[in-house]
């Protein structure tokens, strides 16, 4: 394995940053990898980084409920927010409660069509109106029968003639939260003057224009409540540098350390992970090897085929031709025998969105995935005031069939806490690799309360955790009021 070069002619000022910032880091950049597949590769996937500099950041931010009452009051009542997909509401009166700490949203399709998120609590004496998604004619309150109507405006108020003389049916609406689509994505904010979504967004919308998500299913949805702060969950997803040690098994056909880090104005990061190429931990693999180890876990298959992978032939997969890299035979497989079963054509669609892992995180809490396929997103929420627990959710998003019917999407499926991800079959071999994941976030939890005795703040990379500064930046602007 080679030294990395000196910046070349085709190298952003980004690149060249950054290759001073990790001297001495051995193996092909990412971007290295995608120039070699010969696609045209656009502006958005070039590097974008400054450098956040190496502050620790201090623990009790993790373990410490009067920094969750901050967070509640502003930054979950202040920022964009993603609630549920457009699918699950197609209808003038289906709707998903949506519930973060102690504010509680119903959200649901109005007569007219129009989107809108009500406050989940009756205006008479506080009773959640619904507990439950579903589809109803009307929000009735099963207390004392108080009723709206779907776009939040007062219908029935018992006795209103003669022993509520002293309400205004006229100011008694449910208080509602701003709503914004995107992708086939809902999101809400608290905040009346809060900024537009496409703003708050950007460069979301420009980078994922190249594929239509609102022609995109929810096939998969599971949750689980984690004994590990909100935050502690979202930085385990966050960055590469973990897979080595709690991912040994990708790291024959996956970029770890030499994956790339991207930082996009305030409230969007990214990372970039080639496949197809083993990680710089092991040295130098023969493409053979390389191969195999992809093909071991099948994850393109699996992940998109369901039990239908148990289907394609074996010779399809086995054989790599002489000269050609792992990399490359991957791609023309998607390409020329997945691709036509899934009912798709994808031959003109570059190498890296076929098969990378190409993560964005939208702050405070949204992970969507690029990809030409089968996509995966999650969310991460407090559990209620509990510092010391959360709700982690994985999602997968799948084309519709072209010809065919949009399937319904998945209802959620809710593990046992902190319990096995196997018992999530539906998200394929991802459910193992989360299932490392979910060993550790309890385990950091219960470290970081030890350690803070001795150590304020948590240590990390300069670059390959540096995703997790710029999140910290961002939620310490909504904190101090700079937003």
Known sequence: MTQLSEPSSEQTDAEALIEQ?????????????????????????????TDLGDEDIPIDRYTSREFLELEVEHVWRKAWQMVCREEEIP?????????????????????SGEIKALQNACLHRGRRLRATDGKVPEFRCPFHGWTWELDGEIKRLPCSEWDFKHVDRERFALPEARVGTWGGFVFINMDPDC?????????????????????????????????????????????????PATHPQTAPSIQDYMSQVDLFGKNVNRVLSARGVSSSTLGELEEEDIYESYLAARTFY???????????????????????????????????????????????????????????????????WDSGMTNIYYRFRPNGEDPDSCILEIF????????????????????????????????????????????????????????????????????????????????????????
């Open 21 to 49: 910032k990790v001297a001495g880091r051995v193996g092909k950049t990412y971007q290295q990898v995608i120039r070699e597949d010969g696609d045209e590769i656009p502006e958005f996937m070039r590097p974008s980084w």
């Open 91 to 111: 209808e003038p009166g289906d709707h998903i409660v949506y519930e973060i700490v102690n504010d509680s949203f119903i959200i649901t399709r109005t007569a």
């Open 195 to 243: 900024e537009p979504l496409e703003d708050f967004l950007a460069p979301i919308p420009d980078h994922f224009k190249h594929t239509s998500y609102e022609a995109r299913f929810k096939s998969a949805h599971v949750a689980q409540v984690v004994s590990a702060n909100w935050k502690v969950a979202l930085e385990a997803f966050i960055e590469a540098y973990h897979l």
């Open 302 to 368: 699996e992940e998109r085929l369901g039990e239908n992978s148990r289907d394609v032939p074996r010779e399809m997969l086995e054989g790599l031709p002489e000269g050609m890299t792992a990399r490359k035979r991957i791609v023309n497989t998607i390409r020329e025998d997945l691709a036509p079963r899934l009912g798709l054509d994808l031959t003109s669609v570059p190498a890296y969105q076929l098969m990378d892992a190409v993560q964005y995180f939208v702050f405070p809490n949204f992970f969507p």
């Open 396 to 483: 997968y998003l799948t084309p519709v069939p072209e010809g065919g019917p949009r399937p319904k999407p998945a209802p959620v499926h809710w593990l046992e806490r902190d319990g096995d991800w196997l018992d999530a079959p539906e998200l394929g071999n991802l459910s193992a690799v989360v299932n490392q994941d979910r060993i550790n976030m309890p385990q950091v939890q219960r470290g970081l309360k030890a350690l803070q005795r001795t150590k304020p703040g948590i240590t990390l990379a300069s670059y390959q955790e540096s995703r997790i500064r710029h999140f910290h930046a961002r939620l310490m602007d909504y904190i101090a009021g700079r937003v």
